[in-house]
C-alpha cells in the first residue's frame, strides 16, 4: 500500500471542509422549504415519535428539497469523510515510531469511518424511506433509522478521539 501524502491529506481536508459547507447550504435549503425544521441526521437518538413529528412538520416542499437535494449532498459527504478520515489514520499511523507495538493496530483504524459511512446510508435508506412513504411507512425503518443515526455518530466520534490521540502522539514525538 502506497504512502499518504501531506498533498492527499490536504486536498481531501480542503473537499471535506467544501463537503461540510456544502451540507450545512443543504440544511439550510430544507429548513428554507420546511419553515424552519431541520434535516434528522443531526438529531442523535431520534424516537420514533420524534421522527414521525419531524417528516410531518417538514411538509411536502420540505420532504421534496430533503430526498432530492440534501440525500444526494450527504451521500457524497458521506463517501468524502470516510476517504479523509481513513487516509489521515493511515499518514499519522505511518508517521508513529516503528518500535511502538500499536503502530499496525493505528493503520487498521482507518476502517472505522467507512463504519460511519456505511451506517449513515443505512439512515439515509431509512429516512428516505420514511419521507417517501409518509404518512404511511413501516415502523421497522423509524428503528433502522434510530440505529442508523447512533451508530454512525458513534463510529465517528471513536473516529475523532482517535484521530486525536494519533494527533497528540504525533506532536509529542516530534518534541522529542
Known amino acids: ?10 486536498v481531501l481536508c480542503a ?9 450545512r447550504y443543504m440544511d439550510m435549503r430544507v429548513q428554507a422549504a420546511s419553515g ?3 434535516v434528522l441526521d443531526v438529531n442523535f437518538g431520534n424516537s420514533h415519535s420524534g421522527i414521525r413529528q419531524t417528516i410531518a412538520a417538514l411538509g411536502a416542499d ?3 428539497v430533503y430526498l432530492k437535494q440534501f440525500f444526494v449532498a450527504d451521500f457524497c459527504y458521506s463517501l468524502i469523510y470516510a476517504i479523509f478520515f481513513s487516509q489521515l489514520f493511515r499518514f499519522l499511523a505511518a508517521r508513529l515510531d516503528p518500535q511502538i507495538p500499536g ?6 483504524l482507518s476502517l472505522l469511518p467507512w463504519g ?12 428516505g424511506i420514511l419521507l417517501a412513504k409518509y404518512p404511511g411507512g413501516l415502523g421497522i425503518w423509524y428503528v433502522v433509522a434510530n440505529i442508523g443515526t447512533v451508530t454512525k455518530f ?3 466520534y471513536i ?13 509529542w514525538r516530534n518534541r522529542s
Open 159 to 171: 473516529s475523532i478521539a482517535l484521530l486525536v490521540l494519533l494527533l497528540l502522539a504525533q506532536f
Open 1 to 10: 500500500m502506497r504512502p499518504v501524502s501531506r498533498t492527499r491529506i490536504g
Open 116 to 127: 460511519a459511512m456505511i451506517f449513515d446510508w443505512l439512515e439515509n435508506l431509512a429516512i
Open 62 to 64: 420540505g420532504r421534496a
Open 15 to 23: 473537499l471535506f471542509i467544501v463537503g461540510v459547507l456544502v451540507i
Open 36 to 38: 424552519g425544521v431541520g
Open 154 to 156: 458513534a463510529f465517528t
Open 103 to 108: 503502530r499496525i493496530a493505528a493503520s487498521r
